[in-house]
């Protein structure tokens, strides 16, 4: 399989679209302690908590253990994006130094006689066919 820089970004945005879902989650859970247990109410924690109420009914469970569960799935959505993106990482570094390592075989190979390998005509017989 070749590498593509684009399918590359590609990965890397997906994995830090993991990373933002986790943190969102586990904001989710912040925002719900506080409107529970904090005594705070405002539209705002009112419209942020609203939606993982209406998980309650469906699943039979106190809101908290809802909070919980969806914070535990972004805590692992979230370290499945940070691996992602390392791996991502290294193997953007890894084209990087396989690019540097094929222009300086170049140069190498301009300052001694050798000729880098290739298919074809070599270059004496092109030479000799144009006399």
Known sequence: MTFSLQMARTAWLFSAAL???GFLSLLNLAAFVVWRFGGV???????TVEPTLDLVPL????GLQVAFALAAA??????????????VAAR???EKQRAQDRLRRVHL????ARVEPYLGQAPQERERKRA
Not at 59 to 62: E, G, I, Q, R, W
Not at 74 to 87: D, E, T
Not at 109 to 112: A, N, T
């Open 92 to 94: 953007i570094d890894l």
């Open 109 to 112: 190979y301009r300052e001694s």
């Open 41 to 47: 109410n405002s539209p705002l924690l009112n419209a």
């Open 19 to 21: 990373i933002a879902l």
């Open 59 to 62: 699943l039979d469970l106190a």
């Open 74 to 87: 972004g805590v692992g959505l979230g370290f499945l994006g940070v691996l992602l993106a390392r791996r």
